[in-house]
């Protein structure tokens, strides 16, 4: 089994920044992918950015290429950077893992992770 807790969400300016954290336990946690997604009330959840657990590989939505950076240490944490946030930012994100055998896979589908944190709400005030 692996736990994953976010942290470090909250209320912030539009234009402004916020740098998400995940923190994971259990089970080994170097092979495995790592992703966040967010979801607001009423809607589907949406793929936000992924890396792989070899760190050589990202992939972002285009609705935040270039403003959020995903990375990960050697250990059990993975880091969204945001920044230039907008109001359509406003979301629960959470951040999602699943055991990949290969360094460089990753994916967009909710359905292929496995294990998720409870969520952090990110607030962007316009």
Same mark, same amino acid.
């Given at each position: 089994?692996?736990?994953?807790?976010? &942290?470090?969400?909250?209320?912030?300016? $539009?234009? #402004?920044?916020? +740098?998400?954290?995940?923190?994971?336990?259990? @089970?080994? %946690? &170097?092979?495995?992918? !790592?992703?966040? %997604?967010?979801?607001?009330?009423?809607?589907? @959840?949406? %793929?936000? $950015?992924?890396? $792989?657990?070899?760190?050589? +590989? +990202?992939?972002?939505?285009? =609705?935040?290429? #270039? @403003? %959020?950076?995903?990375?990960?240490? =050697?250990?059990?944490?993975?880091?969204?950077? !945001?920044?230039?946030?907008?109001?359509?930012? /406003?979301?629960?994100?959470?951040?999602?893992? /699943?055991?990949?055998?290969?360094?460089?896979?990753?994916? /967009?589908?909710? =359905?292929?992770?496995?294990?998720?944190?409870? #969520?952090?709400?990110?607030?962007?005030? =316009?």
């Amino acid at each position: 089994q692996v736990q994953l807790v976010e &942290s470090g969400g909250g209320l912030v300016q $539009a234009g #402004g920044s916020l +740098r998400l954290s995940c923190s994971a336990s259990g @089970r080994t %946690f &170097s092979s495995y992918a !790592m992703a966040w %997604f967010r979801q607001t009330p009423g809607k589907e @959840r949406q %793929f936000v $950015a992924a890396i $792989a657990w070899g760190g050589t +590989r +990202r992939y972002y939505a285009d =609705s935040v290429k #270039g @403003r %959020f950076i995903i990375s990960r240490d =050697s250990t059990k944490n993975t880091g969204l950077q !945001m920044n230039s946030l907008n109001a359509d930012d /406003t979301a629960v994100y959470y951040c999602a893992t /699943t055991h990949s055998y290969s360094a460089t896979w990753y994916s /967009t589908r909710d =359905s292929d992770y496995d294990y998720w944190g409870q #969520g952090t709400q990110v607030t962007v005030s =316009s």
